[in-house]
């Protein structure tokens, strides 16, 4: 995919990512994960274009097995290959939670979560990570 970089002021980069780029790591993801038969809901790529292109915040809202995760995915995918920015889910489900993060490990997707499961401590220690840009391995 492409981006370009833009600047505003002396220090702020902005990532600037095309509808075709969003839309072919979004296509691409679902392929690798579902099969080459399958392709992207009409709304998940809206959701992307509204957050990477347009850079506002987005809520999407679809049934559960609709795969919004591949949306989470896909944004990740794009700021993380341009060294910009993080992804924040969240989510009620802690099973969930756990089993994204796993997948995402497996994919070599650095990841973690934050929930009632982990004591203080390390909930903190998480907190600290993530505001310093890093996540550390689980």
């Known amino acids: ?68 995760s591949m949306v989470y995915f896909a944004a990740s995918e794009l700021l993380r290959s341009a060294d910009k920015g993080v992804v924040v889910v969240v989510s009620p489900l802690i099973a969930l939670m756990q089993d994204q993060v796993e997948s995402l490990q497996a994919a070599g997707v650095a990841a973690s979560f934050i929930n009632s499961n982990l004591d203080r401590a390390e909930q903190n220690r998480r907190y600290a990570d993530f505001i310093a840009g890093k996540i550390a391995s689980e």
Do not use: I, N
């Open 1 to 68: 995919f492409t981006c370009t970089l833009c600047t505003h002021g002396r220090e702020e980069w902005v990532v600037r990512f095309t509808r075709k780029a969003v839309e072919q790591v979004l296509e691409d993801m679902v392929h690798g994960v579902l099969g080459m038969d399958a392709s992207p809901y009409k709304d998940q790529v809206e959701a992307l274009v509204w957050a990477l292109v347009k850079r506002t915040s987005v809520l999407l809202l679809q049934p559960t097995g609709w795969g919004k």
